[in-house]
């Protein structure tokens, strides 16, 4: 079978068309495509992309197609796909001498794109949609929810592993007068976030959480974990048990998978995140078993597809100003991500937790305190949050 029908055959698995009329069909620019997808796979489908060689009028709505008829089922295992496996198992990609390289490669590009894509308090997480109106609401909700399952009272000493541009660090002094140590692998968010917390009891570290040797009252890690990988799992919630107070609380938020994964798409790995892959509720249980007390586990992520969507549109929004420092190749590559990233969870591909922690378990079981009253900007009513 020719490339091209077999490419168009297994498209139509998905309801999509080559140079069809529908929003998620795709244009085809260069017809080099078909060989290109047969022998690269995943790889192969984002760097054509890049390159300009196929379009889509809604690209979150193809990869919706994509992933809801599991057309990976259909494919084979492409050299890039297997050689990634490999390496996942034959050598520890996440081992302390490659902790710098996420910062390096993807948290460092810029703090103009981050700036002009995130939030106001540059949240580069899930936000949490349940009574927000946009995405400023969504994600100074998700950092009260977070604060409340800590049971943050003034003076605290909390630890923020991945603690981005300082955005839970920065609420949590302000809001619960909590004294934060944030760690990160990433200059620019040690020097852009000390910035925005000047004043305020905030500290930054340029440090890898294998370096840690001090005690807290609290610890926080949203979305980090999804750079620590499977091999490095046990080490990771034993240091946490090491750094965590006999009464205090651990809230962990991380991206999950529905199975247990060794690697990432190639794609992902090459030109965005480097080294990561996303635990299954099995590989993390089977870290934090007989370390830590799970008191509570919740699932978000359909509010993850709402976020990443947000953060699109202002990206798009901004382009005109951004591509002055970055090249359309770069463009594409970002709406990729961002777009791909999308479609993956509103298939409920993949899932968003957050978990709640303690080192023995709360006598009394856990309950979640009632959020303070919060007055929304568009219906000017007040809303526990």
């Given at each position: 079978?020719?490339?091209?029908?077999?490419?168009?055959?297994?498209?139509?698995?998905?309801?999509?068309?080559?140079?069809?009329?529908?929003?998620?069909?795709?244009?085809?620019?260069?017809?080099?495509?078909?060989?290109?997808?047969?022998?690269?796979?995943?790889?192969?489908?984002g760097?054509?992309?890049?390159?300009?060689?196929?379009?889509t009028d809604?690209?979150?709505?193809?990869?919706?197609?994509?992933?809801k008829?599991?057309?990976?089922?259909?494919?084979?295992?492409?050299?890039?796909?297997?050689l990634?496996?490999?390496?996942?198992?034959?050598?520890?990609?996440?081992?302390?001498?490659?902790?710098?390289?996420?910062?390096?490669?993807?948290?460092?590009?810029?703090?103009?794109?981050?700036?002009?894509?995130?939030?106001?308090?540059?949240?580069?997480?899930?936000?949490?949609?349940?009574?927000?109106?946009?995405?400023?609401?969504?994600?100074?909700?998700?950092?009260?929810?977070?604060?409340?399952?800590?049971?943050?009272?003034?003076?605290?000493k909390?630890?923020?592993?991945?603690?981005?541009?300082?955005?839970?660090?920065?609420?949590?002094a302000?809001?619960?007068?909590?004294?934060?140590?944030?760690?990160?692998?990433?200059k620019?968010?040690?020097?852009?976030?000390?910035?925005?917390?000047?004043?305020?009891?905030?500290?930054?570290?340029?440090?890898?959480?294998?370096?840690?040797?001090?005690?807290?009252?609290?610890?926080?890690?949203?979305?980090?974990?999804?750079?620590?990988?499977?091999?490095n799992?046990?080490?990771?919630?034993?240091?946490?048990?090491?750094?965590?107070?006999?009464?205090?609380?651990?809230?962990?938020?991380?991206?999950?998978?529905?199975?247990?994964?060794?690697?990432?798409?190639?794609?992902?790995?090459?030109?965005?995140?480097?080294?990561?892959?996303?635990?299954?509720?099995s590989?993390?249980?089977?870290?934090?078993?007989?370390?830590l007390?799970?008191?509570?586990?919740?699932?978000?992520?359909?509010?993850?597809?709402?976020?990443?969507?947000?953060?699109?549109?202002?990206?798009?929004?901004?382009?005109?100003?951004?591509?002055?420092?970055?090249?359309?190749?770069?463009?594409?590559?970002?709406?990729?991500?961002?777009?791909?990233?999308?479609?993956?969870?509103?298939?409920?591909?993949?899932?968003?937790?957050?978990?709640v922690?303690?080192?023995?378990?709360?006598?009394?079981?856990?309950?979640?305190?009632?959020?303070?009253?919060?007055?929304?900007?568009?219906?000017?009513?007040?809303?526990?949050?």
């Amino acid at each position: 079978m020719k490339a091209k029908e077999k490419i168009v055959q297994l498209l139509a698995k998905a309801n999509i068309q080559v140079n069809g009329d529908l929003p998620w069909d795709i244009k085809v620019h260069n017809t080099d495509l078909y060989n290109r997808l047969i022998r690269y796979g995943p790889l192969g489908l984002g760097e054509s992309y890049m390159d300009g060689w196929w379009d889509t009028d809604s690209l979150d709505q193809f990869f919706y197609r994509i992933l809801k008829a599991d057309l990976e089922k259909h494919t084979d295992y492409s050299p890039g796909t297997t050689l990634l496996y490999l390496r996942s198992i034959l050598s520890n990609l996440q081992n302390k001498n490659r902790a710098f390289h996420i910062g390096e490669r993807h948290y460092d590009i810029g703090n103009d794109l981050y700036k002009a894509m995130l939030d106001r308090r540059m949240v580069y997480t899930c936000a949490y949609w349940k009574n927000a109106d946009n995405l400023d609401e969504a994600q100074e909700a998700k950092l009260e929810l977070v604060c409340r399952k800590l049971g943050l009272k003034e003076g605290r000493k909390v630890l923020d592993i991945g603690c981005g541009w300082g955005s839970f660090a920065k609420y949590a002094a302000e809001n619960y007068g909590a004294e934060v140590t944030g760690i990160t692998v990433s200059k620019e968010q040690v020097e852009l976030g000390t910035e925005l917390c000047k004043g305020l009891p905030v500290q930054f570290r340029l440090q890898d959480y294998r370096e840690l040797d001090e005690t807290f009252d609290h610890i926080v890690s949203l979305g980090m974990i999804e750079h620590v990988g499977y091999k490095n799992y046990r080490e990771y919630f034993r240091i946490i048990k090491n750094s965590l107070s006999d009464k205090g609380t651990f809230v962990l938020q991380t991206i999950g998978s529905n199975y247990p994964v060794l690697n990432t798409d190639p794609w992902i790995h090459k030109y965005i995140f480097p080294n990561s892959m996303i635990p299954s509720i099995s590989q993390l249980s089977d870290a934090f078993e007989d370390r830590l007390v799970m008191e509570d586990w919740q699932n978000f992520g359909v509010d993850y597809d709402k976020t990443l969507m947000a953060w699109f549109s202002n990206f798009n929004r901004e382009w005109s100003t951004l591509q002055k420092s970055y090249s359309e190749r770069f463009y594409r590559m970002w709406k990729y991500y961002l777009l791909m990233s999308a479609g993956s969870f509103r298939t409920r591909k993949n899932q968003l937790w957050q978990v709640v922690f303690t080192k023995a378990g709360l006598p009394n079981g856990y309950r979640l305190p009632k959020g303070r009253l919060h007055l929304r900007s568009k219906s000017g009513q007040l809303t526990r949050i």
